[in-house]
């Protein structure tokens, strides 16, 4: 195939440009690295069967030749970033989304939206099933980025409805692993990154918030099979286990070896109390379930930070 992947450069879609070139297809990688890393993707710059583009989907642009198949996995997706990047957050939503679903549809190629567990808001079902419809505060600060991925979902809905476009749609949960970006605010970074420097891990709230985490492998098999589906409906992929932030403090300090106090903060506006998916849909659909568990797959990004660092 030749695979077009928006938001190449950043954790999860760098991760993806490697599968889908491992698996020996061709890759155009779009990224206008505003969040996006081109070192993650410097291991592919002289390969044949790769090419990286520098661009905002936001604007339109074409690609020669055919294309048969577009993940569109372009935005900020910490809260740091989209707080940081708000407008550049919903224009990617929107813009970027409806440019690269007329792209997909002058080509007639496949597209798949990754969306996130994001559109749940906080939730009052749990475990979360892709029939709950959520609860949003759609004014809120986390707004431009939850709101932004539900009107990606109706869009590309919209467009498998009026001109048959074959879509898929991932709802991502708190996804880890190798290339996140240390402060970019999300949890698994900030608890390592503190850890090994030996400094204040900072917990929000009480800590007994919870969230399920995925191991990033894990969610590019996922996300390979849907691609390979005809499901055109919501598909969670995340990993059924669920932590408090202060279980994966500890855990964190364990497998650090550190001797980091824990920092307690105020909860942000909005900030989800529980999160959790429910996957018999992947599990039924594509035969999917995450293989690694929290504590494999935390050494793995333990060894990588450390590294970096």
């Avoid at 970033?81 to 002058?106: C, H, V, W």
């Avoid at 498998?160 to 970019?184: A, K, P, Q």
């Avoid at 894990?218 to 598909?235: H, K």
């Avoid at 504590?295 to 333990?302: P, V, W």
Wanted: with cysteine; net charge positive; charged share 25%.
């Amino acid at each position: 195939m030749r695979v077009v992947i928006t938001g190449g450069a950043g954790f999860i879609g760098s991760h993806l440009t490697d599968h889908y070139l491992a698996h020996g297809h061709e890759v155009i990688t779009v990224d206008n690295l505003i969040t996006g890393r081109k070192e993650n993707i410097a291991h592919h710059a002289r390969a044949a069967r790769f090419e990286f583009i520098r661009h905002d989907i936001s604007r339109p642009f074409n690609i020669k030749g055919r294309v048969d198949l577009i993940l569109q996995f372009a935005s900020p997706a910490s809260p740091f970033d989209y707080l940081k990047y708000p407008i550049e957050t919903m224009k990617t939503a929107s813009f970027g989304t409806y440019n690269m679903l007329e792209l997909a549809r002058q080509k007639k190629a496949k597209f798949l939206l990754a969306s996130t567990s994001e559109v749940y808001g906080d939730p009052e079902v749990h475990p979360q099933r892709e029939e709950y419809w959520g609860n949003v505060n759609s004014v809120g600060p986390r707004a431009v980025y939850d709101e932004g991925k539900r009107f990606a979902e109706a869009m590309t809905v919209a467009y498998h409805s009026r001109y048959g476009l074959r879509v898929n749609i991932v709802r991502i949960f708190n996804t880890y692993g190798e290339r996140m970006r240390e402060g970019d605010g999300r949890v698994i970074p900030a608890f390592i990154c503190a850890a090994l420097r030996g400094q204040p891990m900072p917990i929000f709230g009480t800590g007994k918030q919870t969230r399920s985490f995925c191991y990033v492998n894990d969610l590019v098999d996922g996300i390979a099979r849907l691609a390979r589906c005809g499901y055109f409906m919501p598909v969670n992929l995340g990993n059924p286990g669920e932590y408090t932030m202060l279980e994966l403090a500890r855990m964190v300090k364990r497998l650090t070896k550190s001797k980091s106090m824990l920092k307690f903060h105020p909860l942000p506006q909005d900030d989800p109390r529980k999160r959790k998916p429910n996957i018999s849909r992947a599990r039924k659909l594509l035969g999917w379930q995450p293989m690694v568990g929290l504590e494999k797959g935390l050494k793995k990004t333990i060894k990588w930070f450390g590294d970096e660092i």
